[in-house]
């Protein structure tokens, strides 16, 4: 069964940083794209970045210049490095294969607070 885990989630004040992870499973990973969404509460799930599997990314305005995604292909591994935290990027952080009917993981918690 395919299977997504993140982790690097957390409390961290306006302006820090953090680096969330993604491991998938299988061989689903590398001729797939990956994407990182978010959903606030109240909010619709909104993309935030996404890497094709040759590397190629793109991003939302929102977090433009100051988050990255990378990907490992030999580790079956996505990155989401986020820097110049705001309080509105507090939501719950979700991996995704980007394709119809793509797996989910089960999402991480990123909290920005004073």
């Known amino acids: 069964q395919v299977r997504l885990v993140e982790s690097g989630g957390g409390l961290v004040q306006p302006g820090g940083s953090l680096r969330l992870t993604c491991t998938a499973s299988?061989?689903?990973?590398?001729?797939?794209?990956m994407a990182w969404y978010r959903q606030a509460p109240g909010n619709q799930r909104e993309r935030v970045a996404r890497i094709t599997s040759g590397g190629s990314t793109a991003y939302a305005d929102s977090v433009k210049g100051r988050f990255t995604i990378s990907r490992d292909n030999a580790k079956n591994t996505v990155y989401l490095q986020m820097n110049s935290l705001q309080l509105e990027d507090t939501a719950v952080y979700y991996c995704?294969?980007?394709?119809?009917?793509?797996?989910w993981g089960q999402g991480t918690q990123v909290t920005v607070s004073s």
């Open positions: 995704h294969v980007d394709r119809a009917l793509g797996p």
């Open positions: 299988g061989s689903i990973f590398n001729g797939d794209a």
